[in-house]
């Protein structure tokens, strides 16, 4: 069973940055996701990443968010700049391994000023 943690989140005002991480408890040889989902929304994807690096964007993300592994620490990363009130949401992280999908328990990210 893979466990994810998410962190990194928390209050921050609109034109800030914050850095989400995902620690995955064993190693991830899949892509991974990031997912978001604000307050009455579905779960929308934010960005993947390949285990060789290779990454995709939502449209309203790009430019802003960075996604990045590193795969030794088995980790998962998200660098989102120039944050927007619409960024407000709880972020997941998501990867795949056993043939089965796994997501993280979320953390909050609330852009206000």
């Known amino acids: 069973q893979v466990q994810l943690v998410e962190s990194g989140g928390g209050l921050v005002q609109p034109g800030g940055s914050l850095r989400l991480s995902c620690a995955a408890s064993e190693s991830i040889y899949s892509d991974m996701y990031w997912y978001r989902q604000a307050p009455e929304k579905q779960r929308e994807l934010v960005a993947f990443?390949?285990?060789?690096?290779?990454?995709t964007y939502a449209d309203s993300v790009k430019g802003r968010f960075t996604i990045s592994r590193d795969n030794a620490k088995n980790t998962l990363y998200l660098q989102m700049d120039s944050l927007q009130t619409e960024d407000t949401a709880v972020y997941y992280c998501?990867?795949?391994?056993?043939?089965?999908?796994?997501w993280g328990q979320g953390t909050q990210v609330t852009v206000s000023s």
């Open positions: 990443i390949t285990y060789s690096g290779t990454t």
């Open positions: 998501n990867a795949a391994k056993y043939a089965r999908a796994y």
